[in-house]
């Protein structure tokens, strides 16, 4: 039986001109959730536990995905969810879907359906079949950030990597997007540029969705280690490809081995890891 192991991102410290306290707040409620993921995943799948995960997120306002999301240029919010399972490689997921509370829970339920990824107007219609209720996600804070245009740019999603007993990973990926954008702009966190697993690694990334869609970020990562490059590395590589035009983003990783690791290429993400006995926090 293998260690169940979980690593989650809450976006960037830098997003919404995070301040000492919020800063301390957004660690506090890290480390609620994760151990609280880390406990669903003893008795879960990966599969199951990464979407708990996302959920948990997803309802904290601290966060830029679900309650919290930024808002569009034109006032209204669009969030983006995805899936990834690493045994069956199954990507699901909603791009630009509106209120409803929890995307990714949308983006569980299409896993079940041949056409797993819907957008826009067709993902919320998806949704109101499926019972998910209309849901405002839009917060006092972002509302006044919006109305004096100091929402920030696009800094925030949050996510889950999480490998189970019976060795099985997972990886699930939600945002808010960028704050600001014009309408009918794709984020990376509903492709595999921005949320990838197999059976060797998951990946999960936040930052500018340009950013990392001109990496192939998550992807990148995950096919240089199923080639057999060493997590670091692969890394380290997919980093400097980012780094050729200044690209913003973080990424954290969980391998089918046990190895887990983040990265970012400007400060600083904000990141829990936990095996159940080590908890990591940053
Ligand atoms: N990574 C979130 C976004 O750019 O929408």
Sequence with gaps: MVQPKLIIHGGFFSESNTDAATKLAKQESMKR???????FLLKHSALDT??????LLENDP?????TGSQIQSD??????????????RKFSGVINIQDVKNPIRVAEQLMAYDDRVLGGEGATAFARNQGFEHFDVRIPQRIKEWEIKAASQGKGTVGCVALDAAGKLAAATSTGGKGFEMVGRISDSATVAGNFANAHVGISCTGVGEDIVSASLAAAIGIRVTDGMPLDQAY?????????YDGFAGAIALTAGGEWYHLDSHP???YAFTDGIFLDIF
């Design 236 to 244: 380290k590589r997919s980093f400097a490809e980012l780094a050729a």
């Design 33 to 39: 959730i994760v151990s609280l993921a880390h406990a």
């Design 268 to 270: 600083s993400m904000v």
């Design 50 to 55: 990464v979407v708990y995960a996302c959920e």
């Design 75 to 88: 006032g209204s919010v669009r969030m983006s969810a995805s899936i990834m399972d690493g045994v069956t």
């Design 62 to 66: 601290l966060f830029n995905a679900g």
